[in-house]
């Protein structure tokens, strides 16, 4: 069973990252995504970004995943 802590290593080794968190049951995951590489991107980009970042492990061990992705001006925003 994949862990949240696995799944932020791999968004992480994947994608430069000023702030991730990951929450989850070893199934469904929760993130919350904040990078430069965001930035003038459209959110079916950015998720793209993540979904590359996690490559195989997204159909094979990650079921769900649902993110929240930001820029880091939009997360100072919040």
Do not use: N, W
């Amino acid at each position: 069973m994949v862990t949240p802590e696995q799944v932020h290593q791999y968004i992480a080794a994947g994608l430069s990252c000023t702030h991730l968190q990951v929450q989850g049951d070893g199934q469904h995951f929760e993130a919350l995504i904040v990078s430069d590489a965001f930035v003038g991107k459209r959110a079916v980009q950015r998720h793209q970004l993540v979904y590359a970042a996690l490559g195989d492990r997204m159909r094979a061990e990650i079921h769900a995943l649902s993110m929240k992705t930001l820029t880091p001006e939009e997360y100072q925003q919040q």
